[in-house]
């Protein structure tokens, strides 16, 4: 599993769970429109062990659908074939990835609020704009995903082995001449 991305981006909040010994982004999820602290609380029961599992959940989601939108992105140059050699890449790389992975965690925030099985003003009435406020984080996500996966260079990365790695020459330049 990707160790190097849990607890990477967090909750502001002093009431979920903290490790100092984690590298941490400083981005937080509640930084992005329209997610709180008491969002989180709401699509729970309002106790904090539950706004804790609840994050746990949505973290763990966001981080093997990241994976796999990693491993498509990268692949749309190079062929990898093993995920390991991703995962690996994607920790090398955290800081240049954190961004895409901040905007798809809350994504996932806005996902859990409109599949919610509560009820309450964020689940209900609020749900077109959760859905919008999706859809909007996964397009920011997507553009950062690829911003961040052009930058990285896989030649000089320690995680692939030159028998590993080939690219596909997808990536071309072409001049138009005035």
């Known amino acids: 599993m990707i160790d ?3 607890n990477y981006i967090g909750l502001s909040s002093k009431t979920f769970i903290e490790t100092p010994e984690v590298e941490s982004s400083g981005l937080f999820v509640d930084a992005l429109p329209d997610i709180s602290l008491n969002l989180i609380s709401k699509l729970t029961e309002s106790d904090e062990d539950d706004s804790q599992e609840l994050w746990a959940t949505i973290e763990k989601r966001s981080i093997l659908k990241f994976r796999t939108f ?19 890449i994607i920790c090398e790389n955290v ?13 996932e925030v806005m996902f859990e609020r409109y599949s919610s099985s509560r009820l309450n003003k964020y689940t209900t009435i609020d749900k077109p704009k959760a859905k919008e406020l999706r859809d ?3 397009d920011i996500f997507n553009r950062e995903l690829a911003v961040a996966v052009a930058g990285i260079d ?24 005035m």
């Open 4 to 6: 190097c991305l849990y």
């Open 70 to 88: 990693f491993i498509n992105a990268i692949n749309q140059c190079y062929k990898i074939n093993k995920v390991d050699i991703c995962e690996c």
């Open 95 to 107: 800081a240049l990835l954190s961004t895409s992975l901040w905007y798809l965690m809350g994504a």
């Open 136 to 138: 909007e984080y996964m």
């Open 154 to 177: 896989i030649q000089e990365s320690i995680c692939t082995p030159d028998e590993g790695v080939a690219c596909n020459n997808l990536i071309s330049t072409h001049y138009t001449i």
